[in-house]
């Protein structure tokens, strides 16, 4: 069945999940601490829909193909279409903020980067992409480029993210997304995930925070 994502006030989207437009290496000190270089342009991938899965749910991963890392990252849903759009136009366009986890097969990764393949054994398998339930959006009540996130595991807290430290903000990256690829409603932008990064144990405890709008856990 499509993933129908969800707001925190019970209503759904009236359309499926679409596309997952991932940015790569938006926070300095995490591209750093993979020793890869620091982007001067937003580094694009996409996730597809069928990686998608409800945060709620029991997160399962191939971990015989190796190392399973959790990035958590700020979530941006798409109600309108966007297509080479303007600045202006961005905000309108957003619907749904929420949390996602961009798990990633490490080992993997490492094995294609090596060879220079693409990425999406990696990134786009089944189940790669836990998603929250989405905030709606009010461009007058929240500031996208001053949202504090965090990942806590079994208790011990592993990542901090503060979307001001992004390098590239969300208007930004959304008017560069959409000039290569057309935005439709149900699709979702994951904004890069802060320092901090590791291995995701099997049946770990996680607790997600966005910062004065909600708290969900999860199971590994």
């Known amino acids: 069945m499509a993933f129908q994502p969800g707001f925190t006030d019970g209503r759904t989207l ?7 437009v991932c940015v790569g290496r938006n926070y300095a000190a995490h591209a750093r601490e993979l020793n890869n270089e620091v982007p001067t342009a937003p580094l694009l991938f996409i996730k597809p829909a069928s ?40 905000l309108p366009a957003i619907v749904g903020v929420g949390l996602a986890l961009d798990l990633t097969l490490r080992d993997v990764q490492s094995r294609l980067k090596d060879k220079g393949h693409p ?32 990942l806590t595991i079994d208790g011990e807290r592993r990542q901090t993210g503060h979307t001001a430290l992004m390098l590239f903000k969300a208007v930004e990256l959304i008017v560069e997304i959409s000039r290569s690829f057309t935005l439709e409603p149900g699709d979702v932008i994951l904004t890069g995930t802060p320092e901090g990064v590791g291995a995701l ?20």
């Open 14 to 20: 009236a359309e499926p999940l679409g596309k997952i």
């Open 51 to 90: 990686s998608a899965t409800p945060m709620k749910e029991r997160i399962r991963v191939p971990r015989h193909l190796g190392e399973v890392h959790f990035e958590t990252e700020v979530a941006l849903l798409i109600g309108h279409r966007l297509c080479r759009a303007r600045p202006e136009e961005v």
């Open 201 to 220: 144990p099997e049946g770990a405890r996680l607790a997600l925070s966005l910062d004065g709008h909600f708290e969900i856990t999860a199971r590994s």
């Open 119 to 150: 990425w999406e054994r990696a990134k786009g398998f089944d189940g790669a992409c836990p998603i929250s339930e989405f905030v709606p959006y009010d461009a007058q009540g929240m500031n996208l480029d001053d949202l504090r996130f965090s």
